[in-house]
């Protein structure tokens, strides 16, 4: 089972603040996704700053150290109602055109987002005969693609042992 790992940065990183409280180790990650089949690529999709020695910086370097492919996009302010300014980089479509780009290189696709907005593509992937995988927590998986994917679900609380950072 030839296995592409796509990785939508920005909801792996505040599914671990926000919901989990503990961090997960990308290296154990790789590990654990290739205990499933031969992981052809792992793919990480991030929103980058503009500073080049930043703690953001350092964690992607060492991702590509562990064979990780970074796929980037420079952070945008955005306006919010409140008159606040948020930082972000939908890169979706990115993730999406890959995915579909490079079908015919891998049987099953695991991506790591509970992103709504992949609700059609993994229907899309199935359409295709293609197996996926969604990684997520409770809190971060949208009820629609929870729904799309059914036992194709998995919470990183339930992987924990195997994922963690330990310290």
């Known amino acids: 089972m030839r296995i592409s790992l796509f990785i939508d940065g920005g909801n792996f990183f505040y599914m671990q603040k926000k919901d989990l409280g503990w961090w997960i180790d990308p290296r154990r990650l790789l590990e654990y996704i290739r205990g499933k089949g031969e992981l052809i690529d792992a793919n990480y999709y991030v929103g ?43 890169l979706d479509i990115e993730i999406v055109l890959d995915m579909f780009n490079t079908i015919e290189h891998y049987d099953m696709a695991v991506l790591v987002s509970g992103d709504g907005d992949f609700e059609r593509p993994m229907k899309l992937l199935k359409a295709r005969g293609k197996r996926y995988l969604v990684i997520a927590t409770r809190m971060f998986v949208a009820r629609e693609l929870r729904e799309a994917v059914g036992m194709h679900y998995e919470d990183f609380q339930d992987i924990r042992g195997l994922v963690a950072k330990e310290h």
């Open 48 to 90: 980058k700053d503009a500073y080049p020695e930043s703690r953001q910086d350092k964690y992607l370097k060492a991702l590509t150290h562990m064979g990780y492919s970074l796929i980037t996009k420079d952070l945008k302010n955005v306006l919010q109602d409140d008159g606040t300014y948020r930082q972000k980089a939908n």
